[in-house]
C-alpha cells in the first residue's frame, strides 16, 4: 500500500476509525476486568456461604 496514493481525508478517517477501535478496546478491557472481579467475589462469597453452613451442621450434632 502506497501512502502517494491515499488522500489527506482518507488518511484521516483511518486515523479515526483505528482511535474509535483503540477506544472500544479500552472499554470492552474494562467490562471484562469487572466481571471478572464481579465473578471472584460471588465465588468467594459462595465459599464463605458454604464454610458457615458445614460449621453449623458440625455445632448442631448432638454426641452421645
Do not use: F, W
Not at 478517517?13 to 470492552?28: F, H, K, P, R, W
Not at 471478572?36 to 448442631?60: F, G, H, I, K, T
Amino acid at each position: 500500500m502506497s501512502d502517494s496514493n491515499k488522500s489527506p481525508s482518507e488518511t484521516e478517517t483511518i486515523l479515526m476509525a483505528l482511535d474509535q477501535i483503540s477506544q472500544t478496546i479500552d472499554v470492552m478491557t474494562s467490562v471484562v476486568g469487572r466481571l471478572r472481579n464481579y465473578l471472584q467475589q460471588q465465588e468467594a462469597a459462595a465459599a464463605d456461604q458454604s464454610r458457615e453452613v458445614l460449621e453449623e451442621m458440625r455445632s448442631d450434632r448432638i454426641l452421645h
